[in-house]
Each structure stands twice: as C-alpha cells, then as structure tokens.
C-alpha cells in the first residue's frame, strides 16, 4: 500500500536530484540522501503548497518535519485531507 | 593591495558615509493611520501578473487590492532577507577572516536593523501581518571550506539586496503610490546603494580567494547554487499567501501558471540582468545557469 499519494511522490521527484526514477523513494531517507539543500528545501516546500493548495502553517516549518519524506508526509497528509474535503 | 585589503579601505569610507547620513528612524516617517484603498501601493509594472492574461482578466479595483498585498508581501520578504544576511554578519563580526571589517560591521547591522522595522512597521500598519518566510531554519551547511561558503553567504546577501533595489528604484519615484511607499522604498535605496558597494567588493574578493585556494570547480559550485539562488529569489515574489489574501480562488493554480508565463521570464532577466553580469564578469555563474 502506497503511504503517500502520487501527487506527493510526483513533487518529491522534481526536487530529488538522487532518486531513481524507476525505483519508489525511501520514506525514511533525508531529504540530503535523496539530494536535496536548503534551496531546494524552499522549492519544495512552495511546490507543496501549490499542489495541494493549502499554506503549511509555520509551526511545521522544522527541521524535525522536513527530515525525510515519510515525516513530512505525516505532518502535512492530514491538513492536505482537509483542503482536500 | 589585496583584494581583503581594497574590501577593508572601501569598507571604511562607507561606514563614513554611513555616519554621517544617519537619521532616526522613529522621527524620519510620518506614518498615516491608514494608506487610500483607491491607489497603487506597489508599481504596477514590478506585480507579478504583469503583462500576463491574469492581469488582462482583473479588473482595475482587482488589481490594485492586489498591489496592496503585494507590496506587504515585497515588504515582509525584505524583513525575512534581513533576518537572514544580519544573522550571517553576526556570525562574522570580530572573527580573524574579518579583522578590518568589525566596524563596518557594526553599521551594516545597525541600518539593516533600521530597515527591518520600517518594513515590518508597514506590513503590520496596513498589513495586519508579515507574510511568513517558507524556509525551514537551521539548514546551513558546515562542510565547505570557509572561502566557500562566504563566497555562497555573501552572494546570496548581494543577489537579495540588488534584486530589491531594483523595486526600491522604481517605487521610489512613483508618483502613483502613497508618499509614505516612496518614502521607505527611497530610504532603503539610499543606504542599500552602500551595501550593495561594500557586498560587489566582498563577493569579488572572496572569488579571487575562493579560486586560488580551492579551484574553479568548487567557485563553479557554489555558483550554481548562487544561480539556483536567484531563481528561488524571484519565485518567492509569488506568494501563494498574498493571492489567497487578494481573494485568488485557486492561488498555488495562479502562481504556477504566472511562473510558467514566457514573458516573465524576460522580466526578471531584467530584474537582476546587471546582478548576473557581474557574477558572470567575475567567473561565479552566468544567466545560462539561471532558471528564469
């Protein structure tokens, strides 16, 4: 069962300079192994939004949240369902 | 003469000038209770839906609610940039790499200061806010040599100064705004036209000791990263937050089709067409490397 939805790992792919695209991403990877710097980071941060069109409140903009994908994905997946609703 | 000992005399004769030009900040504006919902607060010709069929489909009153959050957001940016470059002067006054900067230092944090609140001062007063910063603190990296990664600190402060002076220019003379977005916008551009000296002197110099101690494809690398930098630079123009406050339905949706607009593309190669040239005059990137 995927823990994300492809919107998600379609977003995540545009910044992972190391991920293969023909192999699913490590949940439990950093976003430094997947081949992400902090620009990148902000890059990513705004093209989530955009995606999902909601705004991630400042209070998950920590390092903790944006450690490696599965974390991010279970901060922002409940507030994605949300706007989604 | 070194190249650290040209930054060092350049430096002096700004922190100069810079004395003598003080003024106080709490006297210098006259703050209105409110600014005319009818007028332009930000240049039309610097929105970012300018020239595009986003534009074309506003109307007049559409557009200019939207300037008015715009310019909270341009505003709310330069806090958040300086923030950041106070935060990378901190770090560096009175350390050895430094020794005849320290005082430089100290007037370059103390305007910077200055500048940050007249800005969050406007976005609060007919704002309500300062738009948050989309960045996730602390994610500086330690690994590169020194020269490195001042050259990637000191080129990011120089890209963010020269990228606002380019609005601060413009809005200045803009008889369409209120006086008091004149005003803050000619102010900056005053003090910044130091900074921006002082930064083009630093960025050269640490080039210069960036290729002789560590080669051309380390400078190449942290020019990518400086090229990379001035596209996140100009992206975060479109704030999502600021449509959605100027009552854009689908913001993420407007923001995305904006950016992939062709001719905004031209726009910010104007923007920061002089930026890049110096980098490029100076080997660190060129605007081939930029995502415009």
């Known amino acids: 069962m995927d823990i994300w939805p492809p919107e998600f790992d379609d977003v995540l792919r545009r910044h992972c300079r190391f991920a293969a695209a023909d192999a699913a991403i490590a949940p439990n990877a950093s976003l430094t192994e997947l081949g992400m710097d902090s620009l990148q980071v902000v890059e990513l941060i705004v093209d989530l939004e955009d995606c999902f069109e909601f705004c991630i409140p400042e209070p998950l903009l920590t390092p903790e949240v944006f450690a490696g994908p599965a974390t991010i994905w279970k901060a922002i997946g409940p507030l994605v369902s949300v706007a989604d609703s | ?292």
């Open chain 2, 1 to 292: 003469m070194s190249s650290m000992q040209r930054v060092s005399d350049v430096a002096s004769r700004l922190s100069e000038l810079s004395r003598q030009n003080r003024y106080d900040p709490y006297a210098a504006f006259d703050w209105p209770d409110s600014l005319p919902a009818e007028m332009y607060w930000l240049s039309p010709e610097l929105m970012t839906c300018h020239g595009t069929s986003v534009w074309d489909d506003l109307s007049e009153a559409a557009r200019i609610t939207l300037s008015h959050h715009e310019a909270v957001s341009f505003f709310s940016l330069n806090v958040h940039l300086i923030r950041e470059l106070i935060g990378a002067v901190v770090e560096r006054i009175y350390t050895t790499r430094y020794p005849g900067l320290s005082e430089f230092f100290h007037d370059f944090i103390a305007e910077e200061n200055v500048h940050a609140w007249f800005f969050a001062t406007f976005c609060r007063r007919y704002g309500g806010k300062v738009y948050s910063a989309r960045l996730v603190p602390g994610q500086a990296s330690a690994t590169q040599a020194a020269c490195l990664r001042d050259l990637a600190v000191f080129g990011r402060i120089l890209i963010a100064e020269e990228l606002c002076d380019h609005f601060n220019v413009v809005m200045a003379a803009d008889q369409q705004l209120p006086a008091i977005c004149r005003q803050i916008n000619r102010m900056h551009h005053q003090d910044e036209a130091r900074h921006i000296a002082f930064g083009r002197q630093v960025v050269r110099a640490l080039t210069e000791e960036a290729l002789a101690e560590e080669g051309a494809e380390k400078v190449h690398d942290v020019g990518g990263y400086l090229a990379r930098y001035v596209a996140t630079c100009i992206h975060s123009f479109y704030n999502r937050e600021m449509y959605s406050d100027a009552g854009i339905v689908k913001p993420g949706a407007m923001r995305r089709q904006l950016l992939a607009t062709p001719g905004r593309a031209a726009v910010h190669r104007q923007m920061m067409g002089r930026t890049v040239d110096f980098f490029s005059r100076i080997g660190v990137f060129d605007a081939t490397q930029v995502q415009w």
